[in-house]
């Protein structure tokens, strides 16, 4: 029911297929593919990343992905401390609770910095270890806008190796918003005259 976004569309499409294909090579007695739950969505800021996320996280569930299929967002304040000693508690307590679920780190990138005394650099070596050990049960979408996600990944070998699926959010045509506009006015039971 999402106006637009025919390309996010798409690779959630894929997606599902995959995992059903996985359930008949299973059946079957055949390796599976590998299916990496792990996602970088990249676009400009309103283009529906998030929603996107909870829809994802939903899906998991009912495809028997995840156990619980919720979404806890979070971003660089809920998981980087101001003091040392602070990073790693706060980002394994938003990684416990999104067990079972998602979590959703919006502006991921903010996470990098290239000074070594940054404290991001402790979210990102608490995550990724939490990220392996749970790997059956947990997902990790970072989203971002797509030059600064593309140099995020691509800091560390271990986010590069476990981010493989990009989901890019293009901007909506105006006819698209358009089309939002008149679905919300249709929403909230309100008309608008011709000359607005």
């Known amino acids: 029911n999402l106006i637009g976004l025919a390309p996010v569309k798409q690779k959630v499409n894929a997606l599902i297929q995959t995992h059903r294909l996985n359930v008949v090579r299973q059946e079957q007695g055949l390796p599976q593919i590998p299916l990496g739950l792990h996602l970088v969505f990249t676009g400009n800021p309103g283009t529906g990343k998030t929603t996107v996320a909870r829809l994802i996280a939903d899906l998991y569930k009912h495809l028997g992905l995840l156990t619980l299929g919720h979404l806890v967002e979070t971003d660089r ?8 000693g602070q990073t790693a508690p706060r980002t394994l307590e938003r990684c416990k609770s999104a067990l079972g679920g998602v979590l959703f780190i919006d502006e991921a990138y903010s996470l990098f910095s290239p000074h070594q005394n940054d404290y991001g650099h402790e979210a990102i070596a608490t995550l990724l270890p939490f990220m392996e050990t749970n790997a059956d049960n947990f997902s990790v979408i970072v989203a971002g806008y797509p030059a600064e996600m593309k140099q995020f990944i691509d800091s560390n070998p271990g986010l590069h190796s476990r981010f493989s699926t990009y989901v890019h ?13 008149d679905g919300l006015m249709v929403e909230k039971l309100m008309n608008v005259d011709d000359d607005a």
């Open 77 to 84: 304040a809920g998981l980087v401390g101001q003091y040392v």
């Open 169 to 181: 959010f293009p901007d909506y045509s105006t006819g698209e918003l358009l089309q939002i506009f």
